[in-house]
């Protein structure tokens, strides 16, 4: 009896184990490409958002997403002089999709990039 109930919760365990390595994610990484430190970094997409307190100047960070479904993305940030900005990024995600997004704050702009697909 516990033989079976071993060997059933190690196929429980392995079949997590394999259900976790084939999720599907994005990487994205986020640079602030500035002089000057950025402050609430949002990136927001369908089903969740990543928050960055701060980014230095000439930082990056790098996190994953998984989109719950159909998804556009944006960025928001507060810059070195207090004002509020956002952008809209042209990338289209869906949950089953792979890949990386890389968003550069720059002075005057912010440069978004993605191969994700399916």
Known sequence: MNCTKSILQIAAVSMLVILAACAQYVTVTVTNATQQPVRDVQVRYTGGSIDIPDLPPNATRTVRIRPS??????????????????????????????????????????????????
């Open 69 to 118: 479904g159909e998804s556009s993305l944006t960025v928001r940030y507060v810059d070195a002089i207090g004002t509020e900005r956002s952008k809209d990024g042209d990338v289209y995600l869906e949950r089953d999709y792979s890949g990386t997004i890389a968003i550069e704050i720059r002075p005057n702009d912010v440069v978004v990039s993605s191969n994700a697909r399916p």
